[in-house]
């Protein structure tokens, strides 16, 4: 009977981690399940591949003869899985770009200029998603890849390319008592009415109420909103205010909204994400684009 892949590539990430905990982090998988498929690669094979202890983990000699073949054929299949996605794509030629807030900072031009030098054929689709989805619809698959905000639920099932790193600004109404101030503590605004996301946010929700500079105090919902035009007209509106990122406040700026920076609070972080199980090389080409 041959081996397969999946046994491979559990073998390949013990041998390159030497460490079934840390080998088992790194596939998602329980240490049990890793240790059965590796013994029974072993009893497959009919020899012993790992010299294991209650410290240690190592190499045999057949092992290490496996390890550049079992290589090889991995990265041979993930070649062949891209092939086969390319041309599946091939009639479609478009790729869908998900986000939840306009990008700006030039990101969509370059990454459009760029984009069309290495794929001439191919078509950009933006999509604008709800904050219902934080993943700004990766997680369904709506979209191919996506702009989103970290951190996001489940954030680790996704390959992530952070690619603005900005300070957080609070966005209020235009007579609002912060109105006289250029910049402002966390910790003065810790009774003042907050805008939240949605609860399926998650763990974008929290860090956009900034819970992580709270010491327990919780947050005051004034209301909950689902998009950015939502946000900014019930901050017009008098209804409470908002954290954003400095390069929002910008993009979003309005007469009866105002936004000033917010010490002592951690940088914002806006990502460009694809699924790890996305091997079309068209989806390489979209992400060094941004490189």
Same mark, same amino acid.
């Given at each position: 009977?041959?081996?397969?892949?999946?046994?491979?590539?559990?073998f390949?990430?013990?041998?390159?981690?030497?460490?079934f905990?840390?080998?088992?982090?790194?596939? &998602?998988?329980?240490?049990?399940?890793?240790?059965?498929?590796?013994?029974?690669?072993?009893?497959?094979?009919?020899?012993? /591949? !790992?010299?294991?202890?209650?410290?240690?983990?190592?190499?045999?000699?057949?092992?290490?003869?496996?390890?550049?073949?079992? =290589?090889?054929?991995?990265?041979?299949?993930?070649?062949?899985?891209r092939?086969?996605?390319?041309?599946?794509?091939?009639?479609?030629?478009?790729?869908?770009v998900?986000?939840?807030?306009?990008?700006? =900072?030039?990101?969509?031009?370059?990454?459009?200029?760029?984009?069309?030098?290495? =794929?001439?054929?191919?078509?950009?689709?933006?999509?604008?998603?709800?904050?219902?989805?934080?993943?700004?619809?990766?997680?369904?698959?709506?979209?191919?890849?996506? !702009?989103?905000?970290?951190? *996001?639920?489940?954030?680790?099932? &996704?390959?992530?390319?952070?690619?603005?790193?900005?300070?957080?600004?609070?966005? !209020?109404?235009a007579?609002?008592?912060?109105?006289?101030?250029?910049?402002?503590?966390?910790?003065?605004?810790?009774?003042?009415? &907050?805008?939240?996301?949605?609860?399926?946010?998650?763990?974008?929700?929290?860090?956009?109420?900034?819970?992580?500079?709270?010491?327990?105090?919780?947050?005051?919902?004034?209301?909950?909103?689902?998009?950015?035009?939502?946000?900014?007209?019930?901050?017009?509106?008098?209804?409470?205010?908002? /954290?954003?990122a400095?390069?929002?406040?910008?993009?979003?700026?309005?007469?009866?909204?105002?936004?000033?920076?917010?010490?002592?609070?951690?940088?914002?972080?806006?990502? /460009?994400?694809?699924?790890?199980?996305?091997?079309?090389? *068209?989806i390489?080409? /979209?992400?060094?684009?941004?490189?």
């Amino acid at each position: 009977m041959d081996a397969h892949l999946r046994d491979l590539r559990y073998f390949v990430a013990v041998a390159e981690e030497l460490s079934f905990t840390r080998a088992a982090d790194r596939l &998602f998988v329980s240490q049990p399940a890793l240790s059965k498929q590796v013994r029974a690669l072993e009893e497959q094979l009919r020899v012993r /591949l !790992f010299e294991r202890d209650h410290r240690s983990v190592t190499l045999t000699a057949p092992g290490a003869a496996l390890l550049p073949a079992a =290589r090889e054929l991995l990265q041979r299949w993930n070649e062949a899985q891209r092939e086969i996605s390319d041309a599946a794509a091939s009639d479609a030629a478009r790729l869908t770009v998900g986000m939840s807030t306009s990008v700006g =900072r030039g990101l969509l031009s370059t990454i459009r200029a760029r984009f069309a030098e290495r =794929r001439p054929n191919w078509q950009l689709h933006m999509r604008q998603i709800n904050w219902d989805d934080a993943t700004a619809g990766l997680s369904t698959g709506e979209v191919d890849v996506a !702009f989103i905000w970290l951190p *996001v639920p489940n954030q680790d099932q &996704f390959n992530v390319r952070v690619v603005a790193t900005e300070p957080r600004w609070v966005a !209020f109404p235009a007579d609002h008592w912060l109105s006289t101030r250029d910049e402002v503590d966390f910790k003065e605004l810790l009774g003042e009415p &907050f805008l939240a996301l949605p609860e399926t946010a998650g763990p974008l929700r929290d860090y956009w109420l900034a819970l992580d500079a709270r010491s327990g105090n919780p947050p005051r919902i004034a209301g909950t909103v689902t998009n950015a035009e939502e946000t900014f007209a019930a901050i017009e509106g008098g209804a409470g205010i908002t /954290l954003l990122a400095s390069g929002n406040a910008a993009i979003y700026g309005r007469a009866g909204v105002s936004a000033i920076p917010v010490t002592n609070l951690s940088p914002s972080e806006l990502a /460009l994400a694809w699924r790890p199980d996305d091997h079309r090389s *068209v989806i390489r080409d /979209l992400v060094e684009a941004l490189t």
